[in-house]
C-alpha cells in the first residue's frame, strides 16, 4: 500500500514524464525567441500587441507544469499526508485566472481603439541595409510563430495523452490554436496595409476572445479537478469506466460480496475509496491488506486506494447507513 | 526541434524580402484616408509651431531645420506648400482629426502625443539626448512611409545638424 509513501511513476510514464519537461523547456526557449522577434516589431499595431501578450501568456503554461513536476513527486508530510498532487490543480488555476483576465482586458482596449476609431500607425523599419514598411515584418514574426507553436503543440499532444496530462493537454491546445490568433493578427495587418484600419482593432479583439475561451476553457476544467471529478477522459467530460472495472476485479475475490468503488483525480494520479461487502463477518486483516494493494494495480495512476468493509451498499453504490 | 525552427527563420526570412519586393510593387501599405495620393502633384498642409532652430518664424517667412526638410519632400512629390501656424497642442489636434498632412514645431520621440498620432522615426538626436521626430496623421502609413524614406535617403545630413 502506498499510504505516506512516494509515488513512483512506470517506467514509461517516467520516460514521458522527461519527454514533457523537456518539451516545456524548449516551449520556454522557443517561445523567449518569438516574443523577442514581435516586441521588436511592435510598433503601434493593437493587434501585434495583442498577439505578442499571449504570446508571454503561453509561457506561463511551461513555467507551470515545470514547477508542478517538481512539486508532485515529494513524499507526503505530516502537514501534507496526501502528497502534493494537487500541486498541478492548483497551478492551473492561477493560469487558468490570469489569462481570462488578461484576455478580457485586451478586449477591452481592442473595442475602446475600435469605438473611438484610432487608427494604427506602422511606419518603416531598416533592416540589412534595405527600409521595410514595419507591417511586413510584424507578418514574418507572426508567420514564425505560427510555425513553432504548431509543431510544439503536435509535439506535447501524443506525451499529453501518454501521461493523461491535463495540464500538458491544455498547453498543446493552446499551442496548436496560437495560428488562429497569429493568422487574425496577419489579416488584421493586411487589411491595415490596404488602408482598412478597423482590421487591425478587430483582429486585436479576436485574439483576446480567443485568450478568454483558453482562460475559460482551463478554469472548467481544473474547477472540476479541485472539486474532486470522478476520472474524465483527456480533453472532455467524458468519465472513464475505471472506478467500475475496479468494482468488478473486487467482486471477483472469493471473499467478496458486493464492491462499490469512488475514485478522485488529483493531477497525475488518482485517490479513492473500495467499499466491499464481504460475504462473511470474519474478514482478515491480510485479505483487506491483498486486495488493496492487488486492486491498485489495475491502473498505473492509482496511488492510495483505501479498501473499506462495509455491511451493506446503498443504491449499489455508497455504504449503506443504519440511522441515516 | 531547434534546427528545424532556425532554417524556417532563414526562409522566411527569404520569403519576406521577396514578397517585400512584389508588395512595394502593388504600392502597398495604402493611407487609411489617402494622404498620399493627395499630396502628390496636390498640396501639403504644414502645421507650424515656432521652436529654434527646427522652425524659426521671422515675419511672414519660416525657416529652420524642419522646415527645410518639408520644402525639400513637397519638392521631391511635386506638391505645394500650404502653411497653418498656432501652438503645438492645435495643430497636433487638427492632425489627429486628418486636417493638417504633417506637423513641424521641433517634436520628440517622448512626446505625450505619442499614442494618438504617428511620430516618424527619430531623424536627430540633440544634445540633451532628445530624438527629433515629425507627426503625421495616425494611419496614414503610405504617407508615413513616405516622409521616413525621405529621413532615411538624408541620415546622415540630418544626424550632423549643428545646433
Same mark, same amino acid.
Given at each position: ?25 524548449? *516551449?520556454? /526557449?522557443? =517561445?523567449?525567441?518569438? #516574443? $523577442? %522577434?514581435?516586441?521588436?516589431? @511592435? ?6 500587441? &495583442? ?37 498541478? *490543480?492548483? /497551478?492551473? =488555476?492561477?493560469?487558468? #485566472? $490570469? %489569462?481570462?483576465?488578461?484576455? @478580457? ?6 473595442? &475602446? ?212 | ?163
Amino acid at each position: 500500500m502506498n499510504f505516506g509513501r512516494r509515488f513512483i511513476f512506470p517506467e514509461e510514464q517516467w520516460e514521458e514524464r522527461k519527454r514533457a519537461k523537456r518539451l516545456s523547456w524548449i *516551449s520556454l /526557449a522557443v =517561445l523567449t525567441s518569438t #516574443a $523577442v %522577434l514581435m516586441y521588436l516589431t @511592435l510598433g503601434q499595431s493593437e493587434a501585434m500587441k &495583442t498577439a505578442w501578450v499571449e504570446d508571454l501568456l503561453g509561457m506561463i503554461p511551461p513555467i507551470v507544469i515545470l514547477i508542478a513536476y517538481r512539486i508532485e513527486t515529494q513524499k507526503p508530510t505530516k502537514r501534507f499526508p496526501y502528497g502534493y498532487f494537487r500541486a498541478v *490543480s492548483v /497551478a492551473f =488555476l492561477v493560469t487558468a #485566472a $490570469v %489569462l481570462a483576465i488578461a484576455g @478580457l482586458s485586451l478586449l477591452f482596449d481592442a473595442v &475602446t481603439k475600435l469605438l473611438a476609431k484610432e487608427r494604427p500607425p506602422i511606419g518603416s523599419i531598416t533592416l540589412f541595409g534595405h527600409q521595410f514598411w514595419l507591417g511586413w515584418a510584424m507578418i514574418a514574426a507572426l508567420s514564425y510563430s505560427i510555425t513553432v507553436s504548431v509543431l510544439l503543440g503536435m509535439r506535447k499532444r501524443p506525451v499529453a495523452e501518454k501521461l493523461h496530462d491535463k495540464a500538458l493537454d491544455a498547453d498543446a491546445d493552446m499551442n496548436k490554436a496560437d495560428w488562429m490568433s497569429e493568422g487574425a493578427a496577419i489579416v488584421g495587418i493586411l487589411l491595415v496595409a490596404y488602408g482598412k484600419w478597423w482590421g487591425d482593432a478587430v483582429a486585436a479583439g479576436f485574439i483576446s476572445i480567443n485568450i478568454i475561451r483558453d482562460g475559460i476553457r482551463n478554469l472548467r476544467e481544473v474547477l472540476a479537478d479541485l472539486m474532486d471529478e470522478t476520472p474524465t477522459k483527456l480533453g472532455g467530460v467524458e468519465t472513464e469506466d475505471l472506478p467500475r472495472r475496479i468494482a468488478r476485479e473486487a467482486e471477483k475475490l472469493d471473499w467478496v460480496e458486493k464492491a462499490s468503488v469512488r475514485l478522485r483525480e488529483q493531477g497525475h494520479v488518482l485517490n479513492g475509496e473500495v467499499f466491499v461487502v464481504p460475504k462473511t463477518d470474519d474478514v482478515k486483516v491480510s485479505k483487506i491488506e491483498e486486495a488493496s494493494r492487488e486492486l491498485a494495480k489495475i491502473d498505473w495512476r492509482i496511488y492510495t486506494l483505501s479498501v473499506m468493509p462495509v455491511a451493506g451498499l446503498e443504491d449499489g453504490n455508497l455504504p449503506k447507513i443504519e440511522s441515516r | 526541434m531547434t534546427r528545424i525552427a532556425f532554417i524556417r527563420t532563414k526562409w522566411l526570412a527569404g520569403i519576406l524580402i521577396v514578397a517585400t519586393g512584389f508588395v512595394s510593387a502593388c504600392g502597398l501599405p495604402h493611407d487609411a484616408e489617402g494622404t498620399l495620393p493627395r499630396v502628390q502633384n496636390g498640396v501639403m498642409r504644414v502645421g507650424i509651431s515656432a521652436d529654434s532652430p527646427w522652425v524659426v518664424q521671422a515675419g511672414g517667412s519660416v525657416s529652420g531645420y524642419e522646415a527645410q526638410i518639408v520644402t525639400q519632400l513637397a519638392a521631391q512629390l511635386h506638391s505645394r506648400i500650404e502653411t497653418h501656424a498656432g501652438s503645438e497642442s492645435e495643430l497636433l489636434e487638427k492632425l489627429h482629426k486628418q486636417n493638417l498632412d504633417i506637423v513641424i514645431g521641433g517634436l520628440t520621440d517622448d512626446s505625450p502625443w505619442k499614442k494618438s498620432l504617428a511620430l516618424t522615426r527619430p531623424y536627430h538626436e540633440d544634445r540633451e539626448g532628445k530624438k527629433h521626430v515629425l507627426a503625421v496623421p495616425p494611419g496614414e502609413n503610405a504617407w508615413l512611409l513616405t516622409v521616413e524614406r525621405y529621413l532615411r535617403d538624408n541620415e546622415e545630413r540630418l544626424k550632423a545638424i549643428p545646433e
